[in-house]
Nanobody, 115 residues
Framework: QVQLVEFGGGLVQAGGSLRLSCAVS????????MAWFRQAPGKEREFVAS????????SYKDSVKGRFTISRDNAKKMLYLQMNSVEPEDTAVYYC????????WGQGTQVTVSS
């Protein structure tokens, strides 16, 4: 069983920055296309960003383009999401998983953006 552990969330003012991290406990990490998802209260979980195995291909939800940057470190088996210019609408629990959500969801990390 693979563990996905997200951390780095917190309370941040609108316009501020956060960096989220996801530790993935499998040697197969480098073979996976990875992604970040988020779920706001009362809403469905939604796609935020994805990154290919080598990091050469990246995709973002339209509303976060230009503000968020997804990256990975295969040697450390870590996935990151740099969040800049955050907005109250970014408030959600953020989760990592493979791009096709093949693994059980972790506990996520809460991001709260105050106005």
């Amino acid at each position: 069983q693979v563990q996905l552990v997200e951390f780095g969330g917190g309370l941040v003012q609108a316009g501020g920055s956060l960096r989220l991290s996801c530790a993935v406990s499998t040697p197969a990490f480098g073979a996976w296309v990875m992604a970040w998802f988020r779920q706001a209260p009362g809403k469905e979980r939604e796609f935020v960003a994805s990154i290919s195995r080598s990091g050469s291909q990246i995709s973002y939800k339209d509303s976060v383009k230009g503000r968020f940057t997804i990256s990975r470190d295969n040697a450390k088996k870590m996935l990151y999401l740099q969040m800049n210019s955050v907005e109250p609408e970014d408030t959600a629990v953020y989760y990592c998983n493979t791009a096709s959500s093949t693994q059980p969801w972790g506990q996520g990390t809460q991001v709260t953006v105050s106005s």
